[in-house]
């Protein structure tokens, strides 16, 4: 299928793409299938940078100066163009951080201290990344919280009803991610957030693979939080987004002290900043922020109904094409629709790591392992799998260049 919008595969290395025109072990074009872990970026998110560097550099928010006005200026136009892309009803509700795994962190740290006390619950999933696991191991380390985990069917659905049960008069917070970066489930976040709320418990979804494959809207899910990195959705490492309800972000306390979030200190007593200032201590990264925001204004322009339509003939494709292999095992719901575009595979007997590490020979970029999902891989009682991602530049032609890759390697064998 070929989307107008799309980059064209000839386009790609002197184009929006340069990265993807590099020649490795004489291989050309390289197929880079590792989007889940991060994307490429265009370059209209690098130069916007760069010009911010060379012409506009200046610290944000406090200086009275013509450079830092103008980069208070781009940051905060930056904020307003997050707020759009999620639809929240405010830029007080868009707080800058480090990525994903920083707001989820945020949200244990800083709504378990206000809401949770030892013995209360936050409910989990069998599949999630180990930022949503671990974030909540420090609070129960602290607090004495317990982890309750919704499993999961052979083919990595939810039990929703099992998800039901979970819930009782200790449950406090339901954190769950939108889509697996392994299995590549798209879960029912609107039924799960819909069910929490009848029981009165706010949800915090993990928005780090959903938010480059589809439209988000956070008031129509309902969600209390949302997280997401730029670097998943053609942005800068770096940089992402905790979204917050704002009479959430007004109940909890801040997360780091510092400058910014402050609005008067003393060695007696201080107070606390607006928000979203209050959960942004010291200098933010407002060069990335103007990077995100291009790296939106990117998947905007090209529009999500032409991204999914491509990424989901491609997700088909290549489950359709795969399963030619011999010995070929797909991981996650058999359902296109159900599938986002991430496939966890495992071929025979052959060692994932020697899988990837032969495909990189020919020219092919997987990833392998655990996928920071090792409880994940626990239930399906495996070590690891290939992971073949999807982004908006992949095509046909990476996908049989995958198959063909796998065949080659299974003859080595
Ligand atoms: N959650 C999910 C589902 C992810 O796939 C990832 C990264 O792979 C993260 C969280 C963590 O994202 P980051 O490392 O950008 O903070």
Not at 13 to 31: A, D, H, R, T
Not at 75 to 86: G, I, K, P, Y
Not at 136 to 158: E, K
Not at 244 to 254: F, N, V
Request: charged share 25%.
């Amino acid at each position: 299928m070929q989307i107008d919008s799309l980059p064209t595969r000839e386009g790609l290395g002197k184009g929006l793409f340069p990265i993807l025109g590099k020649v490795i072990y004489g291989k050309y074009p390289l197929v880079y299938l590792d989007n889940a872990a991060t994307t490429q970026k265009p370059r209209q998110v690098v130069e916007a940078m760069t010009e911010e560097y060379y012409n506009v550099n200046a610290n944000v928010h406090r200086g009275v100066h013509f450079l830092s006005q103008q980069a208070t200026d781009l940051h905060e136009a930056s904020r307003e163009t997050v707020r759009r892309f999620l639809n929240a009803r405010s830029t007080t509700e868009i707080v800058f951080t480090r990525g994903t795994t920083e707001s989820i962190n945020l949200v244990a740290s800083c709504f378990g201290q206000a809401f949770m006390k030892e013995g209360d619950e936050v409910i989990l999933s069998e599949m999630e990344h180990h930022s949503n696991i671990v974030s909540w191991q420090l609070l129960q380390a602290r607090s004495g919280i317990r982890l309750r985990i919704v499993p999961i069917t052979d083919d990595g659905l939810l039990k929703m009803d099992e998800y039901e049960k979970l819930f009782n008069e200790r449950t406090k917070i339901v954190s769950i991610t939108h889509v697996s970066n392994v299995l590549g489930t798209i879960n029912p976040v609107k039924d799960i957030i819909r069910i929490a709320h009848e029981h009165g418990v706010p949800v915090l979804i993990d928005g780090a693979q959903s938010t480059p494959h589809m439209p988000i809207d956070v008031q129509e899910l309902g969600c209390d939080f949302f997280a997401f990195s730029g670097h998943k959705i053609y942005g800068p490492t770096g940089i992402g987004v905790l979204y917050g309800k704002e009479e959430w972000l007004d109940r909890i306390p801040p997360y780091m002290g510092g400058g910014e979030m402050i609005k008067t200190v003393s060695f007696e007593r201080t107070t606390f900043n607006e928000l979203p200032y209050k959960f942004e201590a010291g200098t933010p990264d407002y060069v990335a922020s103007t990077g995100l925001a291009q790296a939106l204004d990117f998947v905007t322009s090209i529009g999500f109904d032409a991204i999914q339509a491509h990424e989901r003939d491609l997700t088909a494709y290549a489950m359709q094409r795969l399963m030619e292999v011999e010995d070929m095992k797909i991981y996650g719901p058999k359902e296109v629709s159900l599938h986002d575009a991430v496939i966890s595979f495992q071929v025979g007997n052959i060692h994932h790591l020697d899988m990837g590490t032969l495909l990189d020979r020919l020219g092919i970029a997987v990833r392998t392992g655990h996928h920071c999902a090792e409880p994940l891989m626990r239930r399906l009682g495996i070590e690891g799998t290939c992971r073949a991602s999807f982004a908006l530049y992949n095509t046909r032609e990476d996908v049989d260049a995958l198959v063909e890759g796998i065949k080659r390697v299974k003859q080595m064998f």
